[in-house]
Every structure is written in C-alpha cells, then in structure tokens.
C-alpha cells in the first residue's frame, strides 16, 4: 500500500537550535516528493519538488534532501515564524494533483 | 497574480443535505484538484479536473462529485452527508505541466451535525 509516514508528530525547538524532519514514503511509481508548509486555518503553501535520490533544495532556512526511501527538511537556526505544520507528499500515476500526504510535524519555535 | 479562492469559508450542514463548495483558480492554471483535511490528518486526494473532464480519483465515493468550467473554475458537489464528512475541504489549482506544483486555496471547514 502506497503511504507516507512523518516523525516526529510535533517538535518543539527554541530559537536558533536547528532540527530536522523526516519523511519515509514507499509510493509505487513515485514521480516527485513535495514538502509544504501550512499554518492554522490556511491552506498548504509550497515549498519544494525533489524527483531524485541525491537531490537537495534550499530556501532560507530551510533544506531538503531526497534518499530513495526517505526525505529530511533541515531547518538551520529557525525563528518563531517558521512555527507551523510541515507536509510531505509522494505524488504517483497518472494524474498530477494526486498526492499522498503525511500526517505532517507541527513544529513550535519558541524565542 | 491571483491566488486560489474558495467560498464560503464556512459552512454548517444537518446529515444528509447536500452542499456545494466553489474555486476559482490560479490565474493561467487549467487543472484543478480537491483534497479532504480531517482535524489532525494529512489532506486527502478526492479528485482532479482538467480540461473540463475528471482525470483522476481517489478512494471517495460517488456521492462527491465535481465540475469544472470553461474559465478553470470548479465546484465540490456532496450528497447525502455524513457526519464524517466534516473537514477542511481544499482546492488546489496546477499547470498542465508535470513540473507544476499545486497551489491551494485556503479551504471551506464543514461541520455536519
């Protein structure tokens, strides 16, 4: 069965202390594994596509990287406001907007 | 550059009514996609629509239904509702390339009672 699982469910990081977060899939015929970002009563913003094992991708604080079983998203000295639910999806078959999403991490970043 | 708008922004439903949710999307994206958020969980693919055809469904029955219109708008339409149907309903719109990522709109929250 196609799924993706994220740890940890929630994190809490004081400011500046960098973490990551985990992303294990095992989607058949994965064509892409996005990460998104949504806060509270919002929809899901995009951050980032990786497509192949070795891929990395970079935005501000934030990197993702891409193994053939797992993805990580490294957040480097975070702030309060990158406190919010970190998605990940495998997207597979033949229809773009079709994504398999974790449950995603609520990360809390205190000052 | 105009984002992914959904309406209402709430709505409240007694089991068993039906209910129509609206998007209107991105500008310049032609493929459209619902998605069901339950409280805690990750968002769930219910359908796609491109070109005014549904190209794409996932694990929903047939009681969720959708369109699309020749201006890339599209409507939710759901029948005989459960209390279970009660969520956080998402549009996302994409280009018709496989490099285009979805954008969403911020969703219509349905309570069933």
């Known amino acids: 069965e196609d799924q993706v699982t994220q740890s940890p469910e929630a994190l809490r990081l004081q400011e500046g202390e960098s973490s990551s977060l985990n992303c294990s899939y095992t989607?058949?015929?994965?064509?892409?594994l996005f990460w998104y970002r949504q806060d509270p009563g919002k929809g899901p913003e995009f951050l980032f596509t990786l497509y192949s094992a070795g891929e990395e991708k970079e935005k501000e604080r934030l990197k993702a990287t891409l193994t053939k079983k797992e993805s990580f998203l490294h957040i480097t000295a975070p702030k309060p406001e990158d406190s919010a639910t970190y998605l990940c999806a495998g997207g597979y078959g033949g229809s773009q907007g079709n994504l398999i999403f974790g449950k995603g991490t609520k990360l809390s970043v205190k000052p | 550059e105009t984002g992914v708008t959904q309406s209402p922004t709430h709505l409240i439903k007694t089991r068993g009514q039906q209910v129509t949710l609206r998007c209107s999307s991105q500008s310049g994206h032609n493929t459209v996609s619902w998605y069901q958020q339950a409280l805690g969980q990750g968002p769930q693919f219910i359908f796609q629509y491109y070109r005014e055809e549904e190209n794409g469904r996932g694990n929903f029955p047939p009681r969720f239904s959708g369109l699309q219109f020749p201006n890339y708008s599209s409507e939710l339409n759901v029948n005989a509702l459960e209390l279970d149907d009660s969520a956080l309903y998402l549009c996302a719109s994409s280009q018709d390339r496989g490099d285009s990522p979805l954008h969403f709109g911020n969703g219509t929250r349905l309570t069933v009672t």
């Open positions: 989607v058949s015929g994965l064509r892409g």
